[in-house]
């Protein structure tokens, strides 16, 4: 019985304009970044277009030049026209139709949150018309399948989708878009797709409004309403009606949150695909969600450590971050956050063989900064240190020595990760003696549970306990119990 082989992917070209404060590595790394990110999502990119300008052309994001380029990757007009106007249509109709079922959720119209935006007049940018005379770097096959789609490395704005589309005879994503429907297929928990139907309903309906083919027909005998105006209140009622349920479901996590301030918090933060998954198995021994892709992990998971200690310290993994993460995404995505917000200490997880780590963490810290996380103490973890050679580590440990060099994957080095964490707890205990009468011995575990008893003496009275832990659980359990002398561990 013949195997069948695996469905082919769609094949897209990306496009990128490269400004002039932007250097070729910092560009290169985009575009590479931009091409796992539709890897992810379901397609192959097959070419590339790139262009240096001053800033994206206000019409079609490329001069006319390169949108030709473009077009002829794609077998489209190459310029804006109304004749293309159908079978750009067409075009996004039939791409449509291949998306996931779950899509069909959002409806596709304004939310009426902002007028309706008006298509940009399509006029050559003098200031900024001396292309890149250099030839795209396209890679593409010329006997191999023609792309189907145009993934611009921008957040574009409506009019300049349709644009890029008309002039391509494709349907266009921009970055945002590529990046909410990630999220949108990767949300497991009813919080998660519930965060990204916010988020993904903000994105789209500014630029769906073509979806219904600019009708403005009436929606029922004598109603008065157009199709874009109820649409537009169905819209906004849904999202309500997510923002309502999303508070009742924060309120509860801050409720549990409150349960777990006095317990040691770790949080794992990072870029996506740093190994902050990997790491969170190999920290908790939890069967936490590992693959190699983007944005793998939107639900935060929190485990114990393992082996268990005495007070028990709490491991969290959160969702990753990228450049350029939708501002609408962060929002949604503020209660995950907040498991940074409100950690003991923070673990900056980077993929130490990318050569662009550090502008990732850069990005890490100033998603982090805004929330006010950044006055969280940290420690910064150089992962995946396996793939590189002795001399580029040692460089590493010249540079960062305060960081730690491992791989997720050596159980030495998460041992001596796991050291490190429980000495930095260790630093900022105390110890107590409790006198227990033997009249409150059923609380004898929640001294247990917070505290590490080093010494333990019975007399007529009740139970002598020598005990050691955070400043917050001492204080506490010495106000229930009598107490006859602290001192700073």
């Not at 997510?242 to 009742?248: D, H, M, V, W």
Request: glycine share 6%; net charge negative; hydrophobic share 35%.
């Amino acid at each position: 019985m013949s195997k069948t082989p695996p469905p082919s992917r769609p094949p897209v070209v990306l496009v990128g304009v490269q400004f002039p404060t932007v250097s070729d590595t910092e560009h290169a790394a985009d575009l590479a970044e931009l091409k796992r990110l539709v890897h992810t999502l379901g397609y192959d990119a097959v070419a590339t277009v790139s262009q240096r300008r001053g800033a994206l052309a206000t019409g079609t994001v490329l001069g006319k030049g390169k949108l030709k380029d473009l077009a002829a990757l794609t077998g489209g007009p190459g310029v804006v026209s109304s004749g293309a106007r159908d079978r750009t249509s067409k075009a996004r109709a039939k791409w449509e139709a291949t998306q996931e079922e779950g899509a069909e959720e959002a409806t596709p119209e304004p939310t009426g949150e902002a007028p309706e935006e008006v298509d940009a007049p399509v006029e050559e940018d003098e200031d900024f018309d001396a292309e890149d005379e250099e030839a795209s770097e396209t890679g593409l096959d010329a006997s191999g399948p023609r792309p189907t789609m145009v993934v611009v490395d921008h957040e574009l704005s409506p009019s300049q989708l349709r644009n890029l589309e008309k002039a391509t005879g494709v349907p266009v994503m921009d970055r945002t878009g590529v990046i909410v429907d990630i999220f949108h297929r990767h949300a497991r928990s009813h919080e998660a797709r519930m965060q990204v139907e916010i988020a993904r309903l903000s994105y789209l309906a500014p630029r769906l409004r073509e979806s219904s083919g600019g009708s403005e027909r009436q929606q029922g005998r004598g109603s008065g309403d157009s199709a874009v105006e109820l649409d537009r209140r169905k819209i906004r009622d849904r999202l309500a009606e997510l923002r309502a349920g999303l508070a009742a479901i924060e309120k509860e996590q801050d409720q549990r949150r409150y349960a777990r301030r006095e317990q040691l918090r770790v949080a794992l933060v990072g870029y996506t695909n740093a190994g902050k998954s990997s790491l969170m198995r190999a920290l908790t021994g939890s069967e936490v969600l590992v693959a190699d892709q983007l944005f793998a992990t939107l639900d935060t998971t929190v485990r114990a450590l393992h082996p268990e200690t005495r007070p028990r310290v709490l491991v969290s993994d959160t969702v990753g971050f990228i450049q350029k993460l939708p501002h609408d995404l962060v929002a949604s995505f503020r209660s995950t956050l907040d498991e940074a917000l409100e950690a003991s200490l923070l673990l900056y997880v980077v993929d130490a063989s990318d050569p662009t780590w550090p502008s990732q963490l850069e990005v890490t810290r100033t998603v982090l900064r805004e929330i006010g996380a950044d006055v969280v103490p940290s420690k910064l973890l150089l992962n995946k240190c396996d793939r590189l050679d002795e001399a580029a580590r040692d460089a590493l440990r010249a540079e960062y020595p305060d960081a730690v060099l491992l791989s997720a994957h050596r159980l030495e080095d998460v041992a001596g990760l796991r050291l490190d964490i429980l000495r930095f707890f260790e630093a900022s205990m105390v110890e107590a003696q409790l006198n227990i009468p033997y009249s409150s011995q059923g609380r004898i575990g929640e001294v247990y549970e917070h505290t590490t008893v080093l010494a333990e003496e019975y007399d007529e009275h009740g139970r002598k306990l020598r005990v050691r832990g955070l400043p917050a659980a001492i204080a506490r359990l010495t106000r229930a119990f009598p107490v006859e002398q602290t001192e700073q561990g």
